[in-house]
């Protein structure tokens, strides 16, 4: 049996990088998948018989209860939020352009908040779920021209554990996956020298591959960790732990 036999997921971003390769793990698991992100339609090679499509902008609650109303009318359920999808701007804070702050804001940390208060209701009504945000190794430390996405990756860190606390007695566990840099067009974009500073930040010496990090939101969506909630897991080669 797989792990995710049966299950009804919900993939914010999955069109891309980490969202993209965490689709395909949920599939390969058993789990039907929905494919929540802000672009057109679907990328090619993710298994139609298992995943479809719902175009959705997370930071617009309209479209994030529409996602929702649509997952549970085509599968009657919905086990498990993942809470993907995010942008970054790079900048000095003491000119940081207030469009990117809100932006940032809007997509990376209201999109989460957006997407798990309109999903509790219907996993109240399934008697449970588990719902998987993405952190980073920025929502712990601080970092230069990173200031909106840090506060943002720091602000998911609060929504899980308020989430946790306030639903454990519905059986829903809410979790955060922090990355350290992972090798997806957020990050492959920044040229070698770039690629290669990050590379040194962490004691492995490497970039995360976007599978690495799929595997750890899927055992936090699975019961292999039913009696963890309100963690959050570092998957950083050893960045924070220096
Ligand atoms: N790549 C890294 O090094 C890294 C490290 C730590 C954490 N993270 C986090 O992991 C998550 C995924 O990162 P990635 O590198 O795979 O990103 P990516 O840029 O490859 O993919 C992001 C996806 O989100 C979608 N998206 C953007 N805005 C949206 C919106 N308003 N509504 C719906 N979908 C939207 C995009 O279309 C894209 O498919 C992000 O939350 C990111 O902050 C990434």
Redesign the pocket.
């Known amino acids: 049996m797989n792990v995710l036999d049966g299950k009804v997921a919900i993939v914010?971003?999955?069109?891309?990088?980490?969202?993209?390769?965490t689709v395909q793990a949920m599939t390969r698991a058993g789990a039907t998948v929905a494919v929540?992100?802000?672009?057109s339609r679907i990328r090619e090679e993710l298994d139609s018989e298992h995943t479809f499509y719902c175009q959705?902008?997370?930071?617009?609650a309209e479209?994030v209860k529409q996602l929702m109303e649509q997952v549970h009318k085509r599968c009657g359920k919905i086990d498990i939020l993942v809470?993907?999808?995010?942008?970054?701007f790079l900048g000095d804070s003491d000119t940081f352009p207030d469009a990117q702050w809100y932006k940032t804001i809007?997509?990376?940390l209201s999109?989460a908040f957006l997407c798990s208060k309109y999903v509790v209701p219907y996993m109240k009504q399934n008697g449970g779920g588990s719902i998987v945000n993405?952190?980073?190794?920025?929502g712990h430390v601080g970092a230069p021209r990173q200031v909106a996405?840090n506060a943002?990756?720091s602000g998911i860190l609060a929504l899980t554990r308020c989430f946790a606390v306030e639903f454990a007695a519905n059986n829903i566990r809410v979790n955060a996956?922090?990355?350290?840099?992972?090798?997806?067009?957020?990050?492959l974009g920044s040229g070698e020298e770039q690629l290669n500073y990050l590379k040194g930040l962490h004691p492995m010496g490497r970039?995360?591959k976007?599978e690495e990090?799929a595997n750890s939101i899927l055992f936090l969506a699975s019961d292999y960790s039913s009696f963890t909630t309100g963690a959050a897991l570092m998957v950083d080669g050893g960045y924070t732990a220096q």
């Open positions: 914010t971003g999955g069109n891309s990088g980490i969202g993209f390769a929540a992100d802000i672009q959705t902008d997370i930071s617009k479209d809470n993907n999808a995010g942008v970054a809007d997509v990376n999109g993405l952190s980073s190794v920025m996405y943002s990756k996956v922090c990355p350290g840099f992972v090798e997806t067009p957020m990050v970039l995360a976007p990090i």
